[in-house]
């Protein structure tokens, strides 16, 4: 293993260095018309999921979404565990079960997908450039993950979704500095 330290490991700790201090730009005004443009999206789709179930309510209530959807809207809760409240849950998980159930679930799952990729990259990310580099700075681990990848941390660089037409759009706002690109390549590329 001292072989693995010594000749692998010690020598790409300068690397990692060099990669934490120089940061990465973040287009922060696109990030901006981004956040516009997904809290309108979010605001038409409040509307909507409102105006389905009949009365304004606050969709980030788990209880006053679990009333609006099983009580009001009278979906299925056959499986739907019950909550410390005694409210049937609205985790993702059993939402994403609901689905097809009433054409309001679309608009839900949609809403909540919209609102993780805004608060979590959107407005998130700008908060974390660095006034004095203008670039956000993330701490490499090298020893963070069983299986030996480096990991990225404070912020997580690396679970910036991709699978998503959303998800690209947020990845978009990393730029490289004139004349460079960005490259990405997984663990068994290199």
């Known amino acids: 293993v001292w ?3 010594a ?8 690397v990692l260095e060099d990669m934490e201090c120089t940061g990465v730009a973040l287009d922060v005004q696109f990030l901006g018309k981004m956040a516009r443009e997904l809290t309108a999206r979010l605001q038409e789709l409040e509307q909507q999921i409102q105006q389905m179930v009949g009365y304004a309510f606050n969709l980030n209530s788990s209880q006053q979404l679990s009333e609006a959807l099983f009580t009001k809207l009278g979906l299925p809760t056959q499986g739907v565990p019950r ?3 005694g409210r049937y849950s609205t985790a993702a998980e ?17 809403q909540r997908q919209l609102s993780k990729i805004q608060s ?15 670039r956000v700075h993330t701490s490499w681990n090298q020893t963070g ?10 912020p997580n660089l690396q679970n910036i979704p991709i699978r998503t ?10 730029v490289a500095r004139p004349g ?11």
Request: charged content about 20%; glycine content about 8%.
């Open 3 to 5: 072989k693995l330290f």
């Open 7 to 14: 000749e692998v490991e010690m020598p790409l700790v300068p």
């Open 83 to 85: 909550g410390t409240s």
């Open 94 to 110: 059993v939402l994403e079960r609901l689905k097809g159930k009433h054409p309001v679930m679309d608009l839900l799952l949609e």
């Open 120 to 134: 979590t990259y959107v407005d998130a990310l700008p908060q974390l450039v660095n006034p004095q580099t203008g």
């Open 145 to 154: 993950t069983v299986t030996g990848r480096i990991s990225s941390s404070d």
């Open 165 to 174: 037409d959303l998800g690209r759009r947020v990845r978009q706002a990393f």
């Open 180 to 190: 460079w690109q960005l490259l990405a390549g997984d663990y068994s590329q290199v």
